[in-house]
């Protein structure tokens, strides 16, 4: 089992950055792909980006590539979201999420996600 909690989270002007934190608590932490979510208000939650187990491979949807940086340190068993040039747009919860088996294909599904955290707000104002 995994416990995660997300910290980082706050008000920013557009074009500043913030960096989120997901500790996880559980032995498997460094065998399971992890993932970013955001849910804005009155809207679906959001694939953000994932990363393998390892930490060689990432991938973004489109709209944060180029902006977003997801990185992992299994050792501290934490994984970072790396947030630059924002924009209000960005402005939801975001959670992270321990992936189950699959294939990595289907990082981008939340529906094979086991484990959430509790998320922490981001406020990007224009």
């Known amino acids: 089992q995994v416990q995660l909690v997300e910290s980082g989270g706050g008000l920013v002007q557009a074009g500043g950055s913030l960096r989120l934190s997901c500790a996880a608590s559980?032995?498997?932490?460094?065998?399971?792909?992890m993932g970013w979510f955001r849910q804005a208000p009155g809207k679906e939650r959001e694939f953000v980006g994932a990363?393998?187990?390892?930490?060689?491979?990432?991938y973004y949807t489109d709209s944060v590539k180029g902006r977003f940086s997801i990185s992992r340190v299994n050792a501290n068993s934490t994984v970072y979201l790396q947030m630059n040039s924002l924009k209000p747009e960005d402005t939801a919860v975001y959670y992270c999420?321990?992936?189950?088996?699959?294939?990595?294909?289907?990082?981008?599904?939340?529906?094979?996600?086991?484990?959430w955290g509790q998320g922490t707000q981001v406020i990007v104002s224009s």
């Open positions: 999420a321990a992936k189950g088996d699959g294939p990595w294909a289907s990082s981008t599904d939340y529906r094979g996600y086991i484990y």
């Open positions: 559980g032995r498997t932490f460094s065998s399971v792909v």
């Open positions: 990363i393998t187990w390892s930490g060689r491979s990432t």
